[in-house]
Every structure is written in structure tokens, then in C-alpha cells.
């Protein structure tokens, strides 16, 4: 059989905010943005949230963010948001997402990340959730280990198809058997690469596009903890699948034993 995999936006897909916004607050703390900067990202997030980012928005943000990022040092920023994902991310998980996250690997399909926002940020989220594998937006690292501002590769609108694609060809997906998850219709080309595309928490134009091809419209509201999750939305690893169906065989037939002794003893 062909392999399969689930491919999810993150950012109002499958959290709750943007990912890269999100550590604003924590790059202020660690000394590399300005109060100034601090107070235009938290309404930069506001707007997001508010009603998504159609495409003149996403390449202002692009512009912005990459001119803000320029001379970061690239292992300081890893050490902030590993320091601080567990705090700023983990609460945000939409509960739905996760399960989702879950379904899709007990049927066996490969889970990949596919996210506009920055590598450094996308890829411990990636960890965290359990992916299999991220795409995400690589920033120029200069010589001396800071970003120069320079975007190296930018996933976004039909990049983020042509991924999609690329991977299929070195991973060996059938796409028509594939799923993809996104809120917004700059992901219209990846959703349109699979055979099981799915709106979540749409904007308004993706939400048109998925109602005139019929397309699943899923709402996903209930931030969670991962710890917090309760047990009856977890799906359990195929290992401990296979060995749940073995002791459940094994207590079967040891009832059956156990009642063929007692009714030849009781003829007896």
C-alpha cells in the first residue's frame, strides 16, 4: 500500500495564535526587540486573530519580520523558545488538533508540519506535537551565526504545495489518499494537492472555497495542556494497540479453557 500522511498549517490550526508572535514578549526579556517592537507584534496578533491575514498582509509581516530578525544571534533565539515553549505553546494546542494528531498515526499516516513562520520556532512545536516532519520558512545565516534578513526559502501559498509534492516523491505519498488541514485561503494550493483537504476555523475566503467544493469545515475551540488532555481523547500508539488486542486474545481464551474444564467436570 502507498503511504499516507496528514499535512497541517500550525497558526490557527492547530494553535491557537501565531507561532512566531507568540515569542515576542520572550525576545524583549532576552534582549534582542525593543518595548516599541514588543507593543507592534502583540497588535500585529491581534489583527491575525481577529480575521486572519490575507496575502498584502502576510508580505508586510514578512517584510517587518525579517527586517526585525536581522543580526539575531540563531543559537540565542533556539535557546529562548526552548526555554519558554512548554510556557507559551503547550496552552495553546487546540484539543481537536491534537486528537486529530493522534487519529492520523494510529492509521498510520506520517503527520508534517507546514507553517509560514520561521524554522527555529516551527520545528520544536513540531517536536512537541509529535510530527514526523516540519516545512517551514528558513531565514540567511551569515558567518557569524545571526540572521542577515534575508529569507533563504519562504513556505507560503504554492511553496507550501510545492512541498507537499516534493515530499510525496521522496516519501512515497499518494497524495489523492492524503489529508491537509488550514485556516486560510493563502493555503488553497495545498489543500488542493491532496485528495482529503479540510477548512479550519476558515476566513472568510477559504470558508466560501470550502463550501463550493464541499470541502470539511471544522472548528476547533478548546486550547488545552497536552498534560491536561483527558485520557478519553488519546489514542494510543500502535504498540500498545497490538498488545492491548494480544492480552484481550489471551483473556479469551483463557475464559474458554477455564469453562471447557469446568463443563467436563460438572458432566463428569
Not at 512566531?20 to 525593543?34: D, P, V
Not at 521522496?170 to 494537492?193: F, I, K, N, V, W
Amino acid at each position: 500500500m502507498p503511504r499516507t500522511a496528514a499535512f497541517f498549517d500550525l497558526d490557527k490550526t492547530v494553535i491557537a495564535k501565531s507561532s512566531t508572535l507568540t515569542f515576542s514578549k520572550s525576545f524583549y526579556q532576552g534582549g534582542l526587540i525593543n518595548r516599541r517592537a514588543v507593543l507592534r507584534t502583540a497588535y500585529a496578533q491581534f489583527v491575525f486573530l481577529a480575521g486572519g491575514a490575507d496575502h498584502d498582509q502576510m508580505e508586510r509581516m514578512r517584510e517587518y519580520l525579517s527586517a526585525l530578525c536581522r543580526g539575531w544571534n540563531v543559537q540565542q533565539v533556539k535557546e529562548i523558545v526552548a526555554e519558554t515553549l512548554h510556557d507559551l505553546v503547550d496552552p495553546i494546542i487546540y484539543d481537536e488538533a491534537a486528537s486529530l494528531i493522534e487519529e492520523h498515526h494510529a492509521a498510520g499516516r506520517d503527520v508534517v508540519i507546514v507553517s509560514t513562520s520561521g524554522a527555529e520556532v516551527v520545528e520544536p512545536i513540531g517536536e512537541l506535537l509529535g510530527a514526523d516532519r516540519v516545512v517551514a520558512t528558513r531565514m540567511v545565516v551569515g558567518d557569524d551565526g545571526c540572521f542577515t534578513g534575508e529569507v533563504e526559502y519562504y513556505a507560503y501559498g504554492p511553496t507550501k504545495a510545492e512541498a507537499v509534492r516534493e515530499l510525496a516523491g521522496s516519501e512515497g505519498y499518494d497524495l489523492s489518499r492524503c489529508y491537509a488541514y488550514s485556516d486560510s485561503a493563502t493555503d488553497l494550493p495545498m489543500l488542493q494537492a491532496v485528495g482529503h483537504p479540510h477548512a479550519v476555523n476558515p476566513d472568510r475566503a477559504l470558508r466560501r472555497e470550502a463550501v463550493a467544493r464541499d470541502w470539511p469545515v471544522l472548528d476547533f475551540h478548546r486550547p488545552v495542556r497536552l498534560k491536561q488532555r483527558l485520557p478519553a481523547f488519546s489514542v494510543p500508539p500502535r504498540p500498545a494497540l497490538v498488545a492491548a488486542a494480544a492480552i484481550g486474545a489471551a483473556a479469551a481464551t483463557a475464559g474458554l479453557v477455564w469453562y471447557a474444564n469446568r463443563r467436563r467436570t460438572t458432566l463428569a
